[in-house]
């Protein structure tokens, strides 16, 4: 006969509630866990859909994620002529936030190398790549936009072309695709009347420089937007991504891009570290103190249940010692009921979770290794968490069944 | 409590093999000094096969220190206790393990229901068998003739909240019953009921002393039902004395 079970059945209600209680507790730590995991996830997503594997960027800096990277426009060609690459292409990333439909929408831009690139490589769920050069845009589903939507940024209206689905860049945000060219001038983009001044400023400039007023077409340079001047441009590129060939040696050609002097090279793997230790590793840290105190928490509280649910029976464990109940039995019934209040919350936990998680604004990963570790570390405290029933029990003496 | 386990050395005393129980100068002292005092002095009592006893006395006389001593549960300082013939207790050192001797040797009942809650009627009874390596399914079955044989076989699914204090006494005795005990304590097991059940009740302990040939003693202060006693005790200021028949019949 397993007392463990009988006594729940008299007290079901109770049970089922405590357990549901465990369990969403549980589901907390475990939504931790996979909230750590989809940042982790969001961080690498992007680096690995790209697929290059080389970045170059801007000279002791830790882009063009970690942190601002300025490469110039030349820099694709000066990376295409190393020997063992077989293609480099420009790389413009980032982040705007701006007003559409009444709301905020906060979304990031990578520009594609058009027309190498039209987005082919993006797994789309709904619509096409890109047929344009401009004014076309793929956009996640996470953005909330619809296929056919018009999204006016700066001066130029985008159409949704495509949607993609779990493109988000490092910090979560639901990811645009457009060319090279708009990602550009989304990001160069400046007010009218700003232009207007920069012009007239230029042009009062150019009336007392000696080399406009000797080279008079000069002036006409200086209507053009700032990131398109080529004397005084900005670089303008994010990052360079390289691909080799097969076979070469991509060390080496680490090596010899990086003895260029002006910039910096990561490999794939070089940027997901940066990542991770860089965005990542707070929060991990953050998160990870989280799950343990809350798993300090559900301990404590399991543990509180069980020595409650010990007192509820102390008599009948008086009871059962008196008619010669082996401490073996006593103490399996405690065990096993909570083991049982751990096992069920787990249950819970991972099937609230499957429900509520994808609720979630952010990516909640879980992973088998996350529920497994959290399965081990339910199987722990739910042994911890017996002993101090187990210890009333022991300390119970089967006189008292007569005392009481 | 202070109990060691030894080796069984005692060999069955066949002078008392037909007794069911006895104890030899059983003498139980709480405290020391200033503060020493003495609840049982001496206490020796022999109880046959199929006899049945009564033990009488005030509240504070010690009849519940001799019952727990007797019952493996709280052991004398001093003094030996015999069980079936066989040394179970020597002073406070038990002769064996007192935990499993009880359970295969010695029937409880107590004044006011004495069964597990979160266990229905036959359950209350099964679980005495199981505990004694009995299986599921025999021990059930056992239960219910038990259950049957004492007229609350009907009762044998119901919570044990739902019998009435008769209807409770009655597991318990089943229960008491299930191991085919030696040695049968009932501390005021008819405290809780009327005249009439409580009879009935002495009345069974009579008939299962009889049918199965436990020693069956009954700590009670219902002086109507002594007619039903083999012998009777009487305990006060720790010491017990057999009492005249005549006198209380």
Do not use: C
Not at chain 2, 217 to 235: A, C, G, K, P, S
């Amino acid at each position: 006969m397993n007392l463990a079970f009988k006594d729940i059945r008299k007290n079901l209600g109770r049970f089922v509630i405590t357990t549901i209680g465990i369990g969403m507790l549980l589901m907390v730590v475990m939504g931790m866990a996979g909230i750590y995991r989809g940042l982790l996830e969001d961080a690498t997503f992007l680096i690995h859909k790209i697929g290059a594997d080389l970045w170059i960027v801007q000279q002791d800096t830790r882009g063009p994620f970690a942190e601002l990277s300025r490469v110039p426009n030349s820099l694709v060609y000066r990376a295409q002529a190393v020997p063992g690459v077989t293609s480099a292409r420009e790389f413009v990333f980032h982040t705007i936030q701006r007003e559409h439909r009444g709301a905020l929408l906060r979304m990031s831009i990578l520009g594609l190398s058009w027309p190498e690139d039209k987005g082919d490589w993006l797994q789309l769920v709904a619509g096409r790549p890109l047929r344009e050069n401009h004014y076309e845009m793929i956009a996640d589903k996470s953005l909330g936009l619809e296929l056919g939507e018009k999204l006016k940024l700066g001066k130029d209206e985008y159409t949704i072309v495509g949607i993609t689905n779990g493109m988000v860049s490092t910090g979560g945000d639901g990811m645009a695709f457009t060319t090279l060219l708009d990602s550009q001038a989304i990001q160069f983009d400046s007010p009218s009347e700003a232009i207007r001044l920069e012009r007239a400023a230029r042009d009062n400039r150019g009336q007392t420089s000696e080399v406009f007023v000797q080279q008079p077409q000069l002036t006409e340079q200086l209507a053009l937007p700032t990131s398109q001047l080529p004397a005084v441009a900005a670089p303008s590129l994010s990052a360079v991504l390289v691909t080799i060939k097969p076979g070469a040696d991509l060390l080496k050609i680490q090596a010899l891009i990086e003895s260029w002097q002006d910039v910096s090279v990561y490999t794939t793997a070089g940027q997901e570290d940066l990542l991770v230790q860089g965005i990542v590793d707070k929060a991990r840290k953050q998160l990870f103190m989280f799950r343990v105190l809350l798993t300090i928490i559900a301990a404590i509280i399991m543990a509180l249940i069980i020595y409650t649910l010990t007192l509820d029976k102390i008599y009948a464990i008086a009871l059962l010692k008196l008619i010669g109940a082996p401490n073996r039995v006593i103490l399996g019934m405690i065990l096993q009921q909570a083991m049982l209040l751990g096992g069920l919350g787990y249950l819970v936990a991972y099937t609230a979770g499957m429900q509520l998680f994808p609720k979630f604004p952010r990516r909640v990963v879980l992973t088998n290794e996350d529920l497994i570790q959290l399965a081990v570390v339910v199987f722990i405290i739910s042994i911890l968490s017996s002993l101090m029933g187990i210890w009333k029990a022991l300390k119970v003496e089967p006189n008292e069944v007569l005392m009481s | 409590m202070n109990i060691n386990i030894s080796e069984r050395t005692q060999a069955l005393e066949p002078s008392l093999a037909k007794l069911a129980i006895e104890t030899r100068e059983l003498r139980k002292v709480y405290g020391e000094g200033n503060t020493e005092v003495v609840a049982m002095k001496d206490a020796s009592v022999s109880v046959r096969q199929g006899e049945v006893v009564a033990l009488l006395g005030p509240s504070g006389s010690g009849k519940s220190t001799f019952l727990t001593a007797i019952g493996l549960i709280n052991p004398p300082s001093s003094g030996q206790i015999w069980i079936g013939g066989e040394l179970v207790l020597d002073g406070p050192d038990a002769q064996t393990d007192v935990r499993a001797f009880r359970r295969k040797h010695i029937g409880f009942v107590f004044q006011k229901s004495n069964l597990i809650d979160f266990l229905n009627a036959r359950e209350n009874v099964q679980i005495a068998m199981e505990l004694n390596g009995l299986s599921h399914r025999a021990a059930g079955k056992r239960a219910q003739e038990l259950l049957d044989s004492l007229g609350v076989g009907d009762r044998a699914n119901h919570e044990v909240s739902m019998l009435s204090g008769g209807q409770q006494q009655r597991v318990a005795v089943a229960r008491a019953l299930a191991n085919h005990p030696s040695v049968l304590l009932a501390d005021e097991p008819t405290a809780a009921l009327d005249s009439h059940r409580g009879r009935q009740v002495m009345e069974l302990f009579r008939d299962v002393a009889r049918q199965h040939g436990a020693g069956v003693i009954v700590v009670t202060h219902d002086h109507r039902t002594l007619d039903v006693f083999d012998t009777i005790y009487e305990m006060e200021d720790g010491v017990i004395r057999v009492s005249e028949p005549q006198s209380n019949h």
